[in-house]
């Protein structure tokens, strides 16, 4: 009995260890303008989870450029070692885009990266961002348009005690840098 115990415990651990991705995007189409408060170079260092009490600490950097009066262009360098293990990207640097719904006053950029919608909540607060992955298991229902989406999101943050991120996928305390 014993022995079955350690591969559920892995399962849940790769189960609950992803960030949220779908087919679908809040909006199905950019509604917000370009926010030029989020523009510009962005670096933290990020606490990662570890197994056996191991703690690692590894700096980040993000980019976001302005696209189009709507979207953003998104490149993420630093810790990347997770998502290259998830096969979610290749190299040292996601090249993603973006655009920023609201959600109940709350902003999400929806990632578009190798065919997927990846959702942050954004938090900005005096000169820094919070980028807030939601987590794979944020919602059991399975979603099948950008309307289910937003009301899912909508439902979570008003049921929940604390919104329901991926640990491994969150950047907080972002500082602007040159």
């Given at each position: 009995m014993k022995r079955l115990h350690l591969p559920l415990l892995l399962i849940c651990v790769v189960l609950y260890g992803c960030p949220y991705e779908s087919y679908y995007s809040i909006d199905k189409e950019?509604?917000?303008p370009v926010d030029e408060n989020l523009l510009g170079k962005w670096a933290t260092m990020v606490n990662r989870p570890a197994y056996e009490g191991d703690h690692r600490e590894e700096a980040i950097k993000i980019i976001l450029e302005k696209r189009s009066d709507m979207e953003y262009d998104i490149s993420i360098t630093g810790y990347l070692e997770e998502l290259q293990r998830k096969k979610l990207i290749k190299g040292d640097?996601?090249?993603?885009?973006?655009?920023i719904s609201l959600v109940d006053g709350r902003q999400f950029m929806n990632t578009l990266l190798n065919g997927k919608v990846y959702i942050a909540e954004i938090k900005q607060q005096n000169n820094s961002?919070?980028?807030l992955s939601l987590a794979e298991h944020f919602t059991n229902k399975f979603i099948k348009s950008s309307a289910?989406?937003?009301t899912a999101i909508s439902i979570h943050y008003k049921t929940k005690p604390t919104p329901v991120y991926d640990e491994w996928f969150i950047a907080k305390n972002l500082q602007r840098v040159n």
């Amino acid at each position: 009995m014993k022995r079955l115990h350690l591969p559920l415990l892995l399962i849940c651990v790769v189960l609950y260890g992803c960030p949220y991705e779908s087919y679908y995007s809040i909006d199905k189409e950019p509604l917000q303008p370009v926010d030029e408060n989020l523009l510009g170079k962005w670096a933290t260092m990020v606490n990662r989870p570890a197994y056996e009490g191991d703690h690692r600490e590894e700096a980040i950097k993000i980019i976001l450029e302005k696209r189009s009066d709507m979207e953003y262009d998104i490149s993420i360098t630093g810790y990347l070692e997770e998502l290259q293990r998830k096969k979610l990207i290749k190299g040292d640097t996601i090249k993603a885009t973006g655009f920023i719904s609201l959600v109940d006053g709350r902003q999400f950029m929806n990632t578009l990266l190798n065919g997927k919608v990846y959702i942050a909540e954004i938090k900005q607060q005096n000169n820094s961002i919070d980028i807030l992955s939601l987590a794979e298991h944020f919602t059991n229902k399975f979603i099948k348009s950008s309307a289910e989406l937003k009301t899912a999101i909508s439902i979570h943050y008003k049921t929940k005690p604390t919104p329901v991120y991926d640990e491994w996928f969150i950047a907080k305390n972002l500082q602007r840098v040159n």
